[in-house]
């Protein structure tokens, strides 16, 4: 199973437009579509609107920064739905308090952050999120004949 709608929210749009550019190939039979916005504000009225399937979060916006941009974002979506946290001003310690904080994980945006990392950290929270939730619905099916 694919995502049917990832929301990037990066300030930087032409960085959104190449993340997404680079995660294309990652589900290329798929029909994922793809949103990308701007600032929280406007990330919290398309989460008005829609539910994304996968989310990457750019923590540093115009409008609101570091674990409090998460804080709202994990306040307005189900558990279920992964969030990738992204930043150039993250550090590593910041990285682990935003799992404390709702994300699936993190990327330290830079020279770290190339497609192949952009494409397997996703992927992973992907399978995270869908292997936890099937393990959860496997566990309440009913055994036995």
């Not at 589900?27 to 996968?54: C, F, G």
């Not at 550090?91 to 994980?105: C, D, N």
């Not at 292997?131 to 496997?138: A, E, F, L, P, T």
């Amino acid at each position: 199973m694919n995502p049917g709608l990832m929301l990037i929210i990066e300030d930087d749009i032409s960085l959104g437009r190449l993340f997404q550019t680079q995660l294309l190939p990652l589900w290329p039979d798929a029909t994922t579509d793809y949103m990308l916005t701007w600032s929280l504000h406007e990330a919290q009225h398309i989460l008005t609107q829609v539910t994304p399937d996968i989310v990457l979060l750019d923590l540093m916006l115009p409008d609101s920064a570091g674990m409090d941009t998460l804080d709202a974002i994990v306040a307005t979506l189900p558990t279920e739905v992964p969030i990738v946290a992204i930043s150039g001003h993250l550090t590593m310690l910041e990285g682990i308090q935003a799992l404390h904080h709702g994300a699936t994980s993190f990327l330290l945006k830079g020279a770290c952050v190339t497609a192949a990392a952009l494409q397997y950290t996703l992927a992973c929270a992907w399978a995270r999120s869908h292997g936890h939730r099937r393990r959860r619905q496997d566990a309440c099916a009913p055994s036995g004949p």
